[in-house]
């Protein structure tokens, strides 16, 4: 079955950058969009922001002007460079893609953002 790998996840200091990665494990057709999500503890899984094979892009209102997707086509990778980071920024952070026929989910990488 197909898999979502990602990378980029660590510790960071206030106003630190980190820039997180996802791929699939092996060849995906028909993506529709990739975008990124985040879970904090105790709270509900929400959108981060989301890219569409044309290129339109969606963000949180608290993250927008700090942090950028983008995607490359013909890796069919997603990235989220995440600039200006703020403790309320720790979370996990799921990358997701939306086929034609199904969703894939990350497994999530651990975003820290601590003195």
């Known amino acids: 079955q197909e898999q979502l790998v990602e990378s980029g996840g660590g510790l960071v200091q206030p106003g630190g950058s980190l820039r997180l990665s996802c791929a699939p494990s092996?060849?995906?057709?028909?993506?529709?969009?990739m975008g990124w999500y985040r879970q904090a503890p105790g709270k509900q899984r929400e959108l981060v922001a989301t890219?569409?094979?044309?290129?339109?892009?969606n963000y949180a209102d608290s993250v927008k002007g700090r942090f950028t997707i983008s995607r490359d086509n013909a890796k069919n990778s997603v990235y989220l460079q995440m600039n200006s980071l703020k403790p309320e920024d720790t979370a996990i952070y799921y990358c997701?893609?939306?086929?034609?026929?199904?969703?894939?989910w990350g497994q999530g990488t651990q975003v820290t953002v601590s003195s």
């Open positions: 890219i569409t094979r044309g290129d339109s892009t």
């Open positions: 997701k893609i939306t086929t034609i026929r199904r969703d894939y």
């Open positions: 092996g060849s995906m057709f028909n993506i529709i969009v």
